[in-house]
């Protein structure tokens, strides 16, 4: 993590952001630009961790905050629809895959990392579990309780990952979006809405965030990371090909509960299986497709609205 001396409280984001101007605003220019970083027909089953999914329309990388508002200019020019990809670790693609741009935070400006003292600002493609042991061998607490969440900083902030010990959201201090429409927005911490595992961003691309750490001690952060990875590792089939909790738990109930309580551990679709080790989990066992995951997904729901009369939500986000 690149230290900087001076104070980026009140910076926008890594580029300077707002006085972003486009030379080659010019749409045909743009078009022309663009599409030579455009990847078609890419088999999206590679980058999800569930391992399955059919390909994106068009696949693009843009290298930075530039680039991606000349994506998006495209997108609203051909009328392409628009997919967000952070590390597909919570996610689900149909067999059939999807028919736009699928736009993946990859480039090297969306992977940056700099703190100022309690400050850490993180580019929206930033690893999350990288962030997170960066932080604390830091000697700052405050994103330990994520620890072992898989995917990127972009992705946990929409879906405000978390877990017992406390969410993405409790760290945030600001944090910097690019609309569809191409408009940037630094939003403080109080201006968004964030709930379990969902928050109010819709139509915006996550940039940049920064988070408010507390000074702590390298030993005592890494002491409670562990803690908390062993008890992951305990109780979830970690190192397999799935998409951590498929269903939200609400106030009256936890899924896992109600799916363990069904007897449904173990059960087959195809090569999906309902986690012998944690019942909110679905694991690709190899060869499953997403049809696979998906009919088992309804036969659960279906069960569990016969059985205890409550409706399941996915947590998953399908595609
Ligand atoms: C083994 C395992 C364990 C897990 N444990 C937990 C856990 O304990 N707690 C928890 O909360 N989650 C957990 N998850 C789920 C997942 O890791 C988190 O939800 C993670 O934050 C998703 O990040 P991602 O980058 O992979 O997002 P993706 O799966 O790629 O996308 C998720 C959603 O966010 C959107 N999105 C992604 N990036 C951006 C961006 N930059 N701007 C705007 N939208 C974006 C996508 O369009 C999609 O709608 C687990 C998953 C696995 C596989």
């Known amino acids: 993590m690149k230290l900087i001396t001076k104070e980026f409280n009140q910076k926008t984001g890594i580029q300077n952001y707002l006085d972003l101007i486009d030379p080659e605003s010019d749409m045909t220019n743009s078009t022309k630009i663009i599409s030579e970083i455009f990847r078609y027909d890419v088999p999206l089953q590679k980058y999800t961790s569930f391992k399955t999914g059919g390909a994106a329309e068009i696949f693009v990388e843009p290298l930075g905050a530039l680039e991606l508002k000349r994506v998006?200019?495209?997108?609203?020019?051909?009328?392409?629809?628009?997919?967000?990809?952070?590390?597909?670790?919570?996610?689900?693609?149909?067999?059939?895959?999807?028919?736009?741009?699928?736009?993946h935070l990859g480039g090297i400006n969306f992977k940056n990392l700099e703190r100022d003292g309690r400050y850490v600002l993180a580019g929206g493609g930033v690893n999350l579990p990288k962030l997170i042991r960066t932080v604390a061998?830091?000697?700052?607490?405050?994103?330990?309780?994520?620890?072992?969440?898989?995917?990127t900083v972009g992705g946990?902030?929409?879906?405000?990952?978390?877990?017992?010990?406390?969410?993405?959201?409790?760290?945030?201090?600001?944090?910097t979006t690019m609309a569809f429409d191409g408009t940037i927005t630094k939003y403080m911490r109080g201006d968004v809405e964030f709930e379990y595992r969902r928050c109010n961003l819709s139509e915006q691309i996550v940039i940049e965030v920064e988070f408010q750490l507390n000074e702590s001690k390298i030993e005592i952060v890494l002491e409670k990371m562990d803690k908390i990875y062993n008890e992951k590792q305990e109780s979830q089939p970690l190192g397999t090909f799935n998409a951590g909790s498929i269903f939200k738990n609400a106030a009256e109930y936890k899924a896992a509960e109600l799916i363990d309580k069904a007897n449904l551990k173990g059960l087959?679709?195809?090569?999906?299986?309902?986690?012998?080790k944690h019942a909110n989990f679905i694991v690709n066992t190899g060869n499953a497709t997403s049809t696979?995951?998906?009919?088992?997904?309804?036969?659960?729901?279906?069960?569990?609205k016969k059985k205890y009369d409550v409706s399941l939500e996915e947590e998953i986000h399908i595609w």
């Open 268 to 276: 087959k679709v195809g090569g999906a299986v309902v986690s012998e």
């Open 292 to 304: 696979d995951i998906l009919d088992l997904i309804k036969i659960i729901k279906e069960t569990i």
């Open 137 to 151: 061998l830091s000697g700052f607490g405050g994103l330990e309780a994520l620890a072992g969440i898989p995917g």
């Open 72 to 103: 998006l200019q495209f997108c609203k020019a051909e009328q392409k629809k628009i997919f967000i990809f952070g590390k597909g670790t919570n996610l689900l693609v149909g067999d059939n895959g999807v028919k736009g741009v699928v736009i």
């Open 156 to 175: 946990a902030v929409m879906m405000n990952a978390g877990g017992k010990y406390g969410d993405i959201s409790d760290t945030i201090r600001s944090l």
